[in-house]
């Protein structure tokens, strides 16, 4: 099985970049994230004439996420959550469903965590405060639930390998020590950066500015993970970022990352 997660930056415009990348990279559940559409605009249509299914939680101009997932491999997903359930907020920022397979359930999250805006702004908290109700909505999740993956664009470079310039970056949003602190306090509940498991080339990112010729000179950011809880840890057998659709026409700032289990 595959598992992917992709801030598509507006489905709308990048919902032929979607149906290519299905199938040309053979994905079984895809997290999207930056849908920026409303619920009723959601192309649940053009997915299901594809063979997929998927549910979602979308929003106008903003946020907006959806977990797609292929009709012919999967049944259709349980015990549907949208948003953290003890954290009030307007943003559409997370949806987790529950598939059953032959080796059990998976439980998928699919969160587009807030950005921050700048360190020690009001964004800042609201993001601090996400991280920490996440943590602990997670860690009641993952006493139900053994195999759990936690995909989606945190907004956050867990360390200095995840930046073309460390130094530049140093202390400024994504790359803060609280942002950190909050994403290995995530790790510390039992979950594993999937990314990490494997021996990896420097220099390899999930994020470009469009700006600068950013994706050009590789001045990027790895800032799209996933984590996968102890039980799922030992079958994640590949790992790996597709800058291919970061080329196409149009593309959204950041490309896919999977893993194969």
């Given amino acids: 099985m595959k598992i992917a997660t992709w801030n598509v930056n507006s489905l709308k415009m990048r919902l032929p970049h979607v149906l290519d990348w299905l199938d040309q990279s053979k994905t079984d559940i895809l997290c999207l994230q930056e849908l920026k559409m409303t619920d009723d605009l959601f192309p649940i249509q053009a997915l299901e004439d594809n063979g997929f299914g998927a549910v979602w939680s979308g929003q106008k101009t903003y946020n907006g996420v959806a977990i797609v997932y292929r009709k012919d491999k999967l049944g259709e997903p349980e015990s549907i959550q949208k948003n953290i359930p003890t954290f009030p907020d307007e943003q559409k920022r997370l949806i987790a469903c529950t598939f059953k397979t032959e080796s059990g359930d998976i439980r998928i999250v699919c969160g587009y965590f807030p950005n921050g805006s700048e360190v020690g702004s009001d964004k800042f908290t609201y993001k601090l405060a996400w991280l920490a ?119 959204s700032d950041h490309t896919p990352y999977w893993i194969e289990i």
């Fill in 133 to 251: 109700a996440l943590n602990h909505w997670l860690n009641n999740q993952l006493s139900e639930y053994s195999q759990l993956a936690l995909l989606g664009d945190f907004n956050i470079a867990p360390d200095d390998r995840d930046v073309w310039d460390p130094k530049g970056w140093e202390g400024n949003i994504l790359v803060s020590p609280q942002e950190r602190q909050a994403f290995n306090n995530l790790l510390s509940l039992g979950l594993s950066d999937s990314f990490r498991l494997f021996d990896q080339p420097e220099k390899r990112y999930t994020w470009w500015d469009y700006r600068m010729l950013g994706f050009q000179k590789n001045h990027g950011l790895r800032i799209d993970h996933i984590l996968v809880s102890n039980a799922l840890k030992s079958k994640v057998k590949a790992a790996d970022i597709d800058k291919a659709p970061r080329k196409w026409p149009k593309p």
